[in-house]
């Protein structure tokens, strides 16, 4: 027989059974791995996450940073003029070839390339009425109609000249050549008789029509219309002139007349500004506005035919804008005033494409500036000395003059010429407003618009979404949330919570539809229902709730669980029902049958189908299962040893959790509503569908608004890559990505803070 072996070590300790230590071993060796593991892991997974938002960060500022570069310019090339005069200069969109003006009244034409004078034609003479030309004319005076290829002249003998200029490419094994061409010139006569000029100009249309200004000596202010019509069966073409003069007063030193040749501008020796209204061809009463005392030297029309550069002797420069007065009178009003410069103004030239103009003084500074941000892009010496004529190409990207015996070329790099702190951020006196304004208006009908690029409205509608949406969400949340952990029985919570917490499962598109489409016709129909709502539902709960607690106990406890939320239930739908029966009666007796036209009339606030008061129900629905589910979790996180106390010392039920539970609660709490808030600060597809979209500051929760994170989702698709508001509205991220990392420090500050206020409790 043998002895059974101890099951117990001599030691005393229970004995191991063969392999235990290897399989201990092993499972330590395997755990330890794993924990490793799962801390590479957890670390790698939160570097990559930190490492994701710096990023998106960077990607998002790199998108942003060209926002901010000034503009460069630099010379390209400089040909030698020589003994050849030029007073006028006009240059092909290439930037490949240019042609002057002199005095002899020949066209050259410079290839840059080459930096040599490859054409040369002579205007010649104007035809007699016999259509023989009349003998050589001596050009006195020149100009250069801005935004056109013209050249225009004018001779003390009583003719006006304008010169087409055209620039046709073609292309050879992917060679592009440009044939520079000389229109047909068309002269027209303003004298019979030789006059002395004071100053003139003139522009060209498509179709041969021409306009023509002229002051002479004596004072009197010629203006001519020149109209061609064309005979569709023969082909035939008539000319017809119309003329109208004007006797002066003022001693004119420029005349401008805008591309649409419907204004006509002039300046005086005295500093004033003279307008005049172009109908039909027709000379309307001038409107004299006064500037500075200093003589106008410069006079340019800016595209959008709204606005005139003015440049004066004593250096100021500022731009003139039409504007209605308070008598709806169209005037003249200075919205724009520049730094000024040393010398006088003596040559400014508009872009063809933008708001943006470059300006040559006396002292041969050249200055590079933008009307509607009112920025200095670039300043500093002019390139030649004493330049005599400017030429800004019609791609915006370079410029020409002629000084000194050479003409230069310049590139210009000058890429988002219209944006500036102020107008992204502050008021802005736009053309034809009667006053600065915060405006959001990023495209137009025309090229010749305008763009206002205003963040404030956008930063506006955000915050005005968010405020309405969290007023309703922050109330049911919490007090649902604290109702829920503290009151509601545990059998029931199981239910409530995970339902509540699927609400925030819900597609926004669906909410915005839904909101748009069915709440927003339906709230304008019963506005006063939601009133009476708002009025009589809380009345309607607390009598229900006093109703029930005024029934007997025994009565009460024969009832399952949750009974009284189906009494509540029932109370909720009947009084909707009800308020919903009322709202006509209601609008017909207190509103006079339109809540709407009352609204108006009563306190002048329009009423917007899609508003405020929509967005602030749909997305407050949105928000309100995140506010829950963390105010939840932050009552019943709350120690239970507190609570007992509390009702151990004689407090009943809410003064305990009003007084216990809900300051104990309060970091959580702040937590919720902060990631609330986030919540509703980034929500699109909700305020896209449900608000008009229209970026305005007002806060009347009767009309809409437009949000940042809205704003990029609209106008994303139809920017252009890398153009201005490609990059603005990556600015806009930029500050919602601000806004959103500011709310969450300060939101976590405030926690720790309170957390360290009530852990002692």
């Given at each position: 027989?043998s002895?059974?072996?101890?099951?117990?070590?001599?030691?005393?300790?229970?004995r191991?059974?063969?392999?235990?230590s290897?399989?201990?071993?092993a499972?330590?060796?395997?755990?330890?791995?794993?924990?490793?593991?799962a801390?590479?892991v957890?670390?790698i997974?939160?570097?990559?996450?930190?490492?994701?938002?710096?990023?998106?960060?960077?990607?998002?500022?790199a998108?942003?940073?060209p926002?901010?570069?000034?503009a460069?310019?630099?010379?390209?090339?400089?040909?030698?003029?020589?003994q050849f005069?030029?007073?006028?200069?006009?240059g092909?969109?290439?930037?490949s070839?240019?042609?002057?003006?002199?005095?002899?009244g020949?066209?050259?034409?410079?290839d840059i390339?080459?930096?040599e004078?490859v054409?040369?034609r002579?205007?010649?003479a104007?035809?007699?009425d016999?259509?023989?030309?009349v003998?050589?004319?001596?050009?006195?005076?020149?100009?250069q109609?801005?935004?056109?290829?013209?050249?225009a002249?004018?001779?003390?003998?009583?003719?006006?000249?304008?010169a087409?200029?055209?620039f046709?490419?073609?292309?050879?094994?992917?060679?592009?050549?440009?044939?520079?061409?000389?229109?047909?010139?068309v002269w027209?006569?303003i004298?019979?008789?030789?006059?002395?000029?004071?100053?003139?100009t003139?522009?060209?249309?498509?179709?041969g029509?021409?306009?023509?200004?002229?002051?002479f000596?004596?004072g009197?202010?010629?203006f001519?219309?020149r109209?061609?019509?064309?005979n569709m069966?023969?082909?035939?073409t008539?000319?017809?002139?119309a003329r109208?003069?004007?006797?002066?007063?003022?001693?004119?030193?420029?005349l401008?007349?805008d591309?649409?040749?419907?204004?006509?501008y002039a300046?005086?020796?005295?500093?004033e500004?003279?307008?005049?209204?172009?109908?039909?061809?027709?000379?309307?009463?001038?409107?004299v506005v006064?500037?500075?005392?200093?003589e106008?030297?410069?006079?340019?029309?800016l595209?959008?035919?709204?606005?005139?550069?003015?440049g004066?002797?004593?250096?100021?420069?500022?731009?003139?804008?039409?504007?209605?007065?308070?008598?709806?009178?169209?005037?003249?009003?200075r919205?724009?005033?520049f730094?000024?410069?040393?010398?006088?103004?003596?040559?400014?030239?508009?872009?063809p494409?933008?708001?943006?103009?470059v300006?040559l003084?006396?002292?041969?500074?050249?200055?590079l500036?933008?009307?509607?941000?009112?920025?200095?892009?670039?300043r500093g010496?002019?390139?030649?000395?004493?330049?005599?004529?400017?030429y800004?190409?019609?791609?915006?990207?370079?410029?020409?003059m002629?000084?000194?015996?050479?003409l230069?070329?310049l590139h210009?790099?000058?890429?988002?010429?219209?944006?500036s702190?102020?107008t992204?951020?502050?008021?802005?006196w736009?053309?034809?407003?009667?006053?600065p304004a915060?405006?959001?208006q990023?495209?137009?009908a025309?090229?010749?618009?305008?763009s206002k690029?205003?963040?404030?409205?956008?930063?506006?509608?955000?915050?005005?979404?968010t405020?309405?949406?969290?007023?309703?969400?922050?109330?049911?949340?919490?007090?649902?949330?604290?109702?829920?952990?503290q009151?509601?029985?545990?059998?029931?919570?199981?239910?409530?919570?995970?339902?509540?917490e699927?609400?925030?499962?819900l597609?926004?598109v669906?909410?915005?539809?839904?909101?748009?489409?069915w709440?927003?016709?339906?709230?304008?129909?019963?506005f006063?229902?939601?009133?009476l709502?708002?009025?009589?539902?809380?009345v309607?709960?607390?009598?229900?709730?006093?109703?029930?607690?005024?029934?007997?106990?025994?009565w009460?406890?024969?009832?399952?669980?949750?009974?009284?939320l189906?009494?509540?239930?029932?109370?909720?739908?009947?009084g909707?029902?009800?308020c919903?029966?009322?709202?006509?009666?209601?609008?017909?007796?207190v509103?006079g049958?339109?809540f709407q036209t009352?609204l108006?009339e009563?306190?002048?606030?329009?009423?917007d189908?899609?508003?405020?008061?929509v967005?602030?129900?749909?997305?407050?629905?949105?928000?309100i299962?995140?506010?829950?589910?963390?105010s939840?979790?932050a009552?019943?996180?709350?120690?239970?040893n507190l609570?007992?106390?509390?009702?151990?010392l004689?407090?009943?039920?809410?003064?305990t959790?009003?007084?216990?539970?809900?300051?104990s609660?309060?970091?959580g709490?702040?937590?919720?509503?902060?990631v609330?808030?986030?919540r509703?600060?980034?929500?699109?597809?909700?305020?896209?569908?449900?608000?008009?979209?229209?970026p305005?500051?007002d806060?009347?929760?009767?009309?809409?608004?437009?949000t940042l994170?809205?704003?990029?989702?609209?106008?994303?698709?139809e920017?252009?890559?890398?153009?201005?508001l490609?990059?603005v509205?990556?600015?806009?991220?930029?500050?919602?990505f601000?806004?959103?990392?500011?709310v969450n420090?300060?939101?976590?500050?405030?926690?720790?803070?309170?957390?360290k206020?009530?852990q002692?409790m």
């Open positions: 027989m002895v059974a072996e101890p099951l117990t070590k001599p030691g005393g300790g229970p191991g059974l063969p392999g235990d290897v399989d201990a071993s499972t330590g060796r395997r755990r330890r791995l794993a924990d490793r593991v801390r590479w957890v670390t997974g939160g570097l990559g996450i930190i490492a994701s938002i710096l990023g998106i960060l960077l990607f998002i500022l998108e942003v940073w926002l901010t570069r000034p460069e310019i630099e010379v390209t090339a400089a040909v030698p003029m020589g005069p030029a007073e006028v200069v006009v092909n969109e290439h930037r070839h240019v042609a002057t003006l002199g005095s002899d020949v066209v050259r034409i410079v390339g080459k930096g004078v054409e040369e002579a205007l010649g104007p035809p007699d016999s259509g023989e030309q003998g050589p004319v001596a050009l006195t005076h020149f100009d109609p801005s935004s056109t290829t013209v050249l002249a004018a001779s003390d003998s009583g003719w006006v000249v304008l087409p200029l055209r046709p490419v073609r292309f050879e094994d992917d060679t592009r050549i440009v044939e520079p061409r000389l229109g047909e010139p027209i006569p004298s019979p008789q030789p006059r002395p000029i004071r100053t003139f003139g522009r060209l249309t498509e179709d029509g021409a306009s023509v200004a002229v002051q000596e004596d009197e202010l010629l001519v219309s109209e061609v019509e064309t069966f023969s082909g035939e008539t000319e017809k002139l109208e003069t004007l006797a002066v007063s003022q001693e004119l030193t420029l401008e007349i591309t649409s040749q419907r204004n006509l300046g005086t020796v005295s500093g500004i003279l307008w005049w209204a172009l109908r039909g061809g027709e000379l309307s009463e001038p409107i006064a500037g500075s005392p200093a106008v030297t410069a006079l340019e029309g595209l959008g035919n709204k606005s005139v550069i003015v004066q002797a004593d250096g100021s420069l500022g731009v003139w804008s039409q504007i209605r007065d308070e008598d709806g009178e169209w005037t003249l009003v919205i724009r005033e730094a000024p410069h040393d010398g006088a103004i003596s040559l400014v030239r508009s872009s494409r933008d708001k943006s103009f300006v003084d006396s002292g041969s500074e050249m200055a500036y933008n009307s509607t941000s009112e920025r200095t892009m670039w010496p002019a390139p030649l000395p004493m330049p005599r004529a400017l800004y190409s019609q791609k915006a990207d370079g410029v020409f002629v000084g000194g015996g050479e230069a070329a210009l790099d000058n890429p988002h010429p219209e944006i702190w102020k992204l951020f502050g008021k802005v736009y053309e034809g407003a009667s006053e915060y405006v959001w990023s495209t137009g025309t090229d010749e618009f305008e690029m205003s963040l404030v409205p956008l930063l506006i509608g955000t915050l005005k979404g405020v309405y949406s969290l007023m309703l969400a922050i109330p049911l949340g919490v007090f649902g949330a604290m109702y829920a952990s009151f509601m029985h545990p059998r029931l919570l199981r239910y409530i919570k995970p339902v509540v699927v609400m925030a499962a597609p926004s669906v909410l915005g539809f839904l909101a748009g489409l709440l927003a016709p339906r709230l304008e129909a019963y006063p229902a939601l009133i709502i708002l009025l009589a539902l809380p309607l709960m607390i009598v229900a709730g006093m109703s029930w607690t005024s029934l007997p106990r025994t009460r406890e024969r009832l399952p669980v949750g009974a009284e189906l009494l509540f239930c029932i109370v909720l739908a009947l909707c029902w009800l919903i029966l009322l709202s006509r009666p209601v609008e017909i007796a509103f049958g339109s009352w108006m009563t306190f002048t606030l329009p009423y189908q899609r508003n405020a008061v967005i602030g129900l749909a997305m407050g629905f949105a928000v299962p995140i506010i829950f589910a963390i939840e979790d009552f019943s996180n709350v120690p239970k609570i007992a106390g509390s009702l151990a004689g407090a009943n039920r809410w003064e959790v009003t007084r216990v539970v809900l300051p609660a309060s970091p709490i702040f937590s919720a509503i902060m609330g808030f986030g509703a600060v980034g929500e699109t597809m909700i305020v896209l569908m449900a608000t008009g979209n229209t305005i500051m806060w009347n929760p009767f009309n809409g608004f437009r994170s809205a704003n990029i989702a609209v106008e994303i698709p920017a252009p890559q890398f153009g201005t490609y990059r509205l990556f600015l806009a991220a930029l500050l919602l601000v806004l959103t990392f500011l420090t300060v939101a976590e500050l405030v926690r720790i803070r309170l957390r206020k009530y002692e």
